[in-house]
């Protein structure tokens, strides 16, 4: 049932005629009270969706600043267990907001499939994207998810051909997300020329909204990515702004979510003007 | 937990991995999208390799000139008497050009990247071993080679470090995590992952995603292809056991993987239990449980949450939290026995070895002596062992001065 908050939210967008702004932060990150705060404040700032990093101690398919946020809030003992209890408790205050949690198989392994689905569906969370669990090795973990409610979202990337793009859809729900560079996060900027037909071909290919992200670091950018993608996904530059914070000895919920504020803005007007220049 | 009771024996243990490249439940291939299209391509390129008479062919031109085999199998006469039980043969993989397993593998992938087209080699190392061995076969072929190494293992093997920068390759040290072998496959696995179209990943143990751990497996199944071939000749039998020291457990496997259907030959793997097992140590089978990382599948030390551990040994090209998932798969059906050696039992054995026959063993393969005292014992006289001296101690020469309080100046 919880992946109708998804379904909702992109129904709703589409009337409105505009993308999604899909905020990442890390779970815990720098420390659970700042983290919740930036958390809960979110939606408020206007992210639509909500990524939330579930810390692992071996991102493979991070850059340096989310590698380094999964090492503070490991750091702050959060665990899977512990991210569970943030959603639950995020969820006492907004039942509409989607959150997807993004991480690395291990942890959710080590909670047994079954058990992680329960818990999470249990918790109010909407989807999960799991970095190192490819199609093929993903069915133990979509039998459980399924039968949560859960969706299993995938990940396409440039390396994708179109040979491969079904094997990749299979049993995906919610929407796709389409990793705009090979390479690491928040390093690389992708065209936004290129990106327009990869999400044209996996939108048609699965029917279900496009997600775009890494490297999407400023408010012209992502206002760019939101005229082509149904979501715009920005992650390490928020992450960033824990991280310089934390150095200049500030608090990190303002920052951050001015930045979301600014970043969600963006998103908004980029089609209106669009529509504006059309008329 | 996944960990299942024991799964059922096969008819062919040599079969294996299957189609989706698991082992029992262990293997498999668990890496970002955007790699996985990279791993099918090297799946059937390998795999068109392995059946092409010409790549055979080449492969075994340059390990007969360029690496020096067939490596020697030597009766070690007073090991043996030091023991007291069965014969012990040491299998020299340390004689090989770099002195040490591992450029048995590096030759085999170079030829296949250069079959592939790829124009950039990036690797990962701990003790620089296989940095050294993919360093030499980069400079023979002429690609650039970058290769991934801890900040804490560049300090700690400055002579390795400075040997790849002669053969041309560059070193970045990685500073991220615990600084050492795991983070440093991390990083390579970040660089190809942004350098798709070019390079080609070196890996050099029997893990990562499929087709790797089978691939490196072949690529040093010579080993153990040689040493059935000459224990036969010199013994006209097979041993009763091989034995071979495990990290990610490339040189263990390649010389238990052509023994896998002979049944009575008793497999032993040694695991590094660095300070001990109730400490810090680096035994993936004895003091891990299953999980994922690194693209397969596999016995990992990692806490109850499923984060990684940082393992401990004093040989750091043991010093990684996980091993090869046939290892894990053949603990499991009861094929491979595990057993283990502390840091001080391989101090023990490393000094032993060179003052008894003459050979300072890497103290990765010392790892594989301590423990064969008590194998030849077991065994008893009139049996017959193998083990794999899988490199060179010259490089551990400082590590083990240190250990025993001594100074040496730096190379």
């Not at chain 2, 790849?164 to 991390?186: F, H, I, Q």
Request: hydrophobic share 45%.
């Amino acid at each position: 049932m919880t992946q109708q908050r998804l379904d909702t939210c992109f129904a709703r967008l589409k009337g409105e005629g505009r993308a999604a702004f899909v905020a990442y932060v890390m779970a815990g990150d720098p420390d659970p009270q700042t983290a919740f705060d930036i958390l809960s404040g979110l939606p408020a700032a206007g992210a639509d969706i909500i990524e939330l990093g579930m810390p692992f101690s071996d991102p493979m398919a991070e850059g340096p600043p989310i590698q380094r946020a999964a090492q503070r809030a490991l750091k702050q003992g959060i665990t899977v267990a512990k991210t569970l209890d943030i959603v639950r408790r995020f969820r006492q205050g907004d039942q509409t907001t989607p959150i997807v949690l993004m991480g690395y198989l291990n942890p959710i392994l080590s909670r047994g499939y079954e058990r992680f689905a329960v818990e999470a569906a249990e918790a109010g969370v909407d989807g999960l994207i799991v970095v190192d669990c490819p199609p093929e090795e993903a069915d133990p973990l979509a039998d459980p998810l399924e039968q949560a409610g859960i969706s299993l979202i995938r990940l396409a990337t440039p390396t994708t051909d179109a040979k491969r793009l079904p094997a990749v859809l299979r049993r995906t729900s919610g929407f796709v997300y389409y990793v705009s560079v090979a390479g690491v996060t928040g390093v690389k900027e992708a065209d936004a020329d290129a990106i327009g037909p990869a999400v044209e071909r996996v939108r048609a290919a699965s029917g279900l909204p496009v997600a775009v992200g890494f490297g999407i670091k400023t408010p012209a950018r992502a206002a760019a990515v939101a005229r082509i993608a149904d979501a715009v996904v920005v992650g390490s530059a928020l992450v960033e702004l824990i991280a310089q914070a934390l150095e200049a000895n500030q608090p990190a919920a303002p920052k951050v979510l001015a930045s979301a504020r600014a970043l969600a803005q963006a998103v908004r007007d980029s089609r209106r003007h669009e529509a504006s220049i059309r008329a | 937990m996944t960990a299942q009771a024991r799964p059922p024996v096969p008819n062919d243990y040599a079969a294996y991995p299957d189609a989706a490249g698991r082992f029992g439940e262990f293997g498999g291939r668990y890496v970002a999208e955007t790699l996985m299209p990279l791993v099918l391509e090297l799946e059937q390129a390998y795999a068109a390799a392995k059946a092409d008479p010409a790549f055979q062919a080449e492969l075994n031109g340059y390990l007969t000139h360029y690496v020096g085999r067939p490596s020697p199998l030597y009766f070690a006469e007073r090991l043996t008497e030091h023991f007291g039980g069965a014969k012990i043969y040491l299998k020299r993989e340390e004689l090989n050009h770099t002195g040490a397993h591992k450029i048995n593998n590096c030759m085999g992938q170079i030829l296949l990247a250069k079959r592939m087209g790829k124009t950039r080699i990036i690797a990962e190392t701990g003790a620089g071993q296989h940095g050294v061995a993919s360093a030499t076969v980069c400079a023979r072929f002429g690609l650039p080679c970058v290769v991934y190494m801890g900040a804490v293992d560049v300090e700690r093997q400055k002579p390795n470090v400075f040997r790849m920068n002669l053969l041309g390759t560059e070193v970045r040290p990685v500073t991220s995590g615990a600084a050492t072998l795991k983070d440093a496959m991390n990083e390579a696995l970040r660089d190809w992952v942004t350098n798709v179209e070019d390079t080609y990943y070196m890996i050099g143990t029997a893990a990562g995603p499929h087709p790797y751990p089978a691939m490196v497996r072949d690529f040093q199944s010579v080993i153990g292809v040689e040493t059935r071939a000459q224990v036969l000749e010199a013994e006209g039998r097979l041993p009763d056991a091989v034995i071979a020291c495990v990290g990610g457990g490339s040189n263990a496997i390649g010389m238990f993987h052509p023994f896998l259907n002979d049944e009575g030959v008793r497999l032993i793997g040694v695991e590094a239990s660095g300070h001990g097992l109730d400490k810090q140590h680096a035994a993936s089978i004895t003091g891990g449980r299953p999980g994922v990382l690194h693209g397969n599948k596999t016995y990992l030390l990692q806490d109850d949450d499923g984060q990684i551990l940082d393992a401990h040994s004093i040989s750091a090209g043991l010093d990684y939290p996980g091993i090869g998932p046939e290892h894990s798969w053949l603990h499991d059906v009861g094929r491979a026995e595990y057993r283990t050696c502390t840091d001080d039992e391989a101090l023990a054995a490393f000094q032993l070895t060179a003052e008894v026959e003459g050979i300072i063993p890497a103290l990765e393969s010392a790892h594989a002596i301590a423990r064969v005292g008590e194998l030849a014992r077991e065994i008893g006289k009139g049996g017959v062992i193998a083990l794999c001296l899988s490199g060179r101690g010259d490089k551990d020469v400082g590590t083990v001065a240190a250990a025993l309080g001594r100074k040496i100046s730096e190379v």
